[in-house]
């Protein structure tokens, strides 16, 4: 398909395990973005890749939570330990750049729900 | 601290009248805004901007006011259609970031 696709759809997991959500870009996009809503929330920035750099970790809540982006495509954010307040949608955008004009394409989400 | 906010969770409205969907910022930094509309179960889409350097962008049935020395925009839905109801989130960047800064959203309900 042509749009940011994210899997899977739908996790629930255990308090204190770990879990992995992977994102796959428009072709061609080089920035990448991981945000959070969760329940009755805005949404929450977590990270931004520029190719396969993150410049910018600033939002990740806990030394819990991380992301990598190979090949400059397909990003994971993984959550270590996972914790009830960790329950959210986790959304993925990607553009084409990071200049203004530049709006962000969105996933449809992974819901996590962490029992 | 929220530097975007939308004080209205929800808004109800009748098909064919205007809806008005407002938003606050309080960095003076931001210099460009976005509306995102989010359907149930799917990722937002992006749906109108505009630059700081204006203070209105008009898209079809859509148009966005910006008041800087207020620092309120505001979206202007006209008419209002059943299947513009979803959640709008107001963003908000500036040149030196990487990132927009949502708020809360509001809920828009157009009733037939």
């Known amino acids: 398909g042509a749009g940011v696709s994210q899997s899977p759809s739908n996790k629930v997991t255990e308090k204190g395990k770990d879990v992995e959500l992977r994102c796959d870009p428009i072709?061609?996009?080089?920035?990448l973005y991981w945000y959070r809503q969760s329940l009755g929330q805005g949404l929450e920035f977590l990270i931004y890749?520029?190719?396969?750099?993150?410049?910018?970790k600033s939002g990740l809540p806990s030394d819990r939570f991380s992301a990598e982006r190979t090949g400059g495509s397909v990003s994971t954010l993984t959550i270590q330990r996972t914790q009830q307040e960790d329950s959210a949608v986790y959304l993925c955008a990607s553009s084409p750049g990071t200049a203004l004009n530049s709006p962000l394409h969105f996933g449809n989400g992974t819901r996590l729900t962490v029992t | 601290d929220q530097q975007v906010k939308q004080n209205s969770p929800s808004l109800s409205v009748q098909e064919g009248r205007i809806s008005i969907l407002n938003c606050d910022y309080t960095n003076s930094m931001f210099d460009y805004f976005l509306w995102y509309k989010k359907y149930p179960a799917e990722g937002p889409t992006f749906l109108i901007s505009i630059s700081s350097i204006k203070d209105k962008n008009e898209d079809g049935r859509f148009t966005v006011f910006l008041n800087k020395s207020a620092k309120h925009l505001s979206l202007h839905i006209v008419p209002s259609q059943p299947g513009d109801s979803a959640v709008y989130f107001c963003a908000a960047e500036h040149n030196a970031g990487n990132m927009l800064t949502f708020g809360g959203g509001t809920r828009l309900m157009v009733k037939p």
């Open positions: 890749f520029q190719g396969n750099s993150a410049p910018d």
């Open positions: 072709s061609g996009h080089t920035a």
